[in-house]
């Protein structure tokens, strides 16, 4: 490396170099020290061999009165937005913004088509929400969960109310004067079409559900080439949709609310398998879970728990089941207590 | 008004020793040494001593790659005053010559960029963070290669276009006083400045591509 000398460094500078030279400089700059050595040299080449002099007092001036802030723009220049655009090509310059402009707006009105077309409201690991929406009827959505509904004409005249869901949710819905519908879709073909009020929508990978509270909803299925179904339920019901059947099942629930418990921050578990309780903290908390042993994943569990802190619930679990749950970051782990 | 080519080294002898490279930048070898005191109390008067220094050098520097003084005084002052405002100085791990020769370099190479391709980065230069993106070997010398061939490129022009090039760029004087002063119209002056920004194009094309990763790299 000995062979780059200050006066190789200094010819290289002015252009007079060969291309093995150049390689050489190139292959010398990988060390840092000599980086460090290749900068001080260019500055010395340009004080010594300068292109031109720059008026260093007037240069100070100008940087003086931008600190100070005394004159905003120091030069022709607006130095705020681009310090570095001349009025150069002004002609080209021109014809060329306007164009980059109505083509950036367009790109962005498609890039962003979901974000102008509909409102979106979005909960992350652990956080509920609840929203008003602007016909003042109340979500509450879970952790993880999508809602979305159209800017445009939720509230035109005659139009219907359509929300799309992923995730969880509880729905509150007022019931308007021109008794306008309130639809909630989920991505599975499955709608629910509101004609009053109450009712809690499970919209996940796991399961796709609606139970309801009070008053009255339709839901309409359409199953991949199928005719559609429809089926009206009455408070109290649950639904469940098989996908593997392409069929709505339907069970009674005495304890309907326990289904909405969760925005208390409260999980009910009746007779609930392990797995699902590990897809729930998944689903709702955004961790792994990974389940040691298939003897474990029957085991079932009953009862109300706080679910404020995921591991609290964690190590109650741990305890009623008498069980090893590990929490690594994101992971969580079931497993039998004697391995 | 400018021949940076072929000039006679000033002191040979000294010159052909190598370069001893970890101990020539040691703290107490480095002239920025002294200013650390500085910096902590009196950040401000600290800047200007560092901008008086390396004002004339950076500026030339610049100017080299856009040929325009009044483009090269912006530049090297938004460099200073990015690292006045953003407390750069607390920050670089780097010396400080090296980064405001880097800062220059990358917003000379943005400007001519913009200028010759009509296609910046993509990215706003104050949002690249300089301090963490320290060039490769190989990007320094692409930027070395650059403004090397703008040089021979303005060089090769010819005489009467190189004229009216390094009048209205270099010198920033109105195409009507151009004309003036050359006698001829400025629909000749358009003619000329046009002639020579396409035959610079032309030069600086084949070195997009290889610099234009320093581009990609950002996003």
Redesign the interface.
């Known amino acids: 490396m000995n062979q780059v000398t200050k006066a190789l460094l200094l010819d290289y500078h002015a252009g007079r170099v060969t291309s093995l030279q150049r390689k050489l400089i190139e292959d010398w700059l990988q060390d840092a020290h000599n980086r460090s050595t290749y900068y001080e040299t260019l500055i010395e080449w340009e004080t010594t061999h300068p292109q031109y002099v720059a008026d260093e007092t007037a240069g100070l001036d100008r940087f003086r009165r931008r600190l100070t802030g005394t004159q905003p723009t120091t030069s022709a220049v607006p130095q705020d937005e681009d310090p570095l655009v001349k009025p150069f090509f002004t002609r080209s310059w021109a014809s060329w913004l306007a164009a980059a402009s109505m083509s950036v707006v367009l790109l962005t009105s498609w890039l962003f088509r979901t974000s102008i077309l509909y409102k979106t409201y979005t909960t992350h690991s652990g956080q509920i929400q609840t929203l008003v929406l602007p016909d003042s009827s109340r979500v509450v959505l879970n952790a993880n969960s999508v809602l979305r509904l159209s800017r445009f004409g939720w509230l035109s005249l005659g139009a219907q109310r359509d929300v799309f869901l992923t995730g969880e949710a509880e729905f509150n819905v007022t019931h308007l004067r021109d008794h306008r519908r309130f639809v909630v879709h989920t991505d599975r073909q499955l709608d629910i079409e509101v004609i009053g009020t109450k009712f809690v929508v499970l919209s996940r990978q796991r399961a796709t559900r609606v139970v309801l509270i009070r008053g009255k909803v339709k839901l309409h299925y359409q199953p991949v080439q199928q005719a559609s179904k429809t089926l009206t339920m009455t408070p109290g019901q649950k639904v469940t949709l098989n996908e593997r059947k392409q069929a709505l099942e339907l069970t009674t629930s005495t304890r309907p609310n326990d289904f909405s418990v969760w925005k208390n921050r409260q999980y009910v578990f009746d007779d609930t398998p392990l797995t699902e309780i590990g897809q729930m903290i998944q689903d709702d908390f955004g961790l792994k879970v990974e389940i040691k042993e298939s003897s474990l994943a029957v085991r079932q569990v009953s009862g109300t728990y706080n679910v404020a802190n995921v591991d609290e619930l964690l190590s109650a679990l741990e305890e009623l089941l008498s069980i090893r749950v590990t929490r690594q970051r994101d992971r969580v782990t079931f497993s039998q207590h004697n391995n | 008004?400018?021949e940076?080519?072929?000039?006679p080294?000033?002191n040979?002898v000294?010159?052909?020793?190598?370069?001893r490279?970890?101990e020539?930048?040691g703290l107490e070898n480095n002239p920025e040494w002294q200013l650390q005191r500085v910096w902590e109390t009196n950040p401000?008067e600290a800047c200007?001593a560092l901008?008086?220094k390396?004002?004339?050098?950076?500026?030339?520097?610049a100017?080299?790659f856009v040929y325009?003084?009044?483009?090269?005084?912006?530049?090297?002052?938004?460099v200073?005053?990015q690292f006045?405002k953003e407390k750069l100085y607390k920050t670089i791990k780097?010396?400080y010559?090296?980064y405001l020769?880097?800062a220059v370099r990358y917003?000379a190479y943005?400007?001519i960029r913009?200028?010759l391709s009509?296609s910046r980065r993509g990215t706003d230069v104050d949002l690249v963070n300089l301090i963490d993106h320290?060039p490769s070997?190989?990007e320094?010398?692409q930027y070395?290669e650059l403004y090397?061939s703008i040089?021979?490129a303005i060089n090769q022009l010819p005489p009467q276009t190189k004229r009216v090039f390094l009048l209205s760029r270099?010198e920033g004087r109105k195409y009507q006083e151009i004309a003036g002063e050359l006698a001829i119209s400025v629909k000749t002056v358009e003619t000329h400045m046009s002639k020579a920004l396409s035959l610079l194009r032309q030069a600086v094309r084949p070195l997009w591509t290889g610099v234009l990763l320093l581009g990609l790299v950002q996003f």
């Open positions: 008004m400018h940076p080519l072929f000039q080294l000033d040979p000294s010159l052909i020793r190598p370069l490279p970890a020539s930048t401000r200007e901008f008086r390396y004002y004339v050098a950076l500026c030339s520097h100017s080299r325009s003084k009044e483009v090269a005084e912006d530049i090297v002052s938004e200073f005053y006045y780097s010396s010559k090296a020769m880097q917003r943005d400007y913009w200028e009509k320290e070997p190989s320094i010398v070395d090397q040089e021979l270099f």
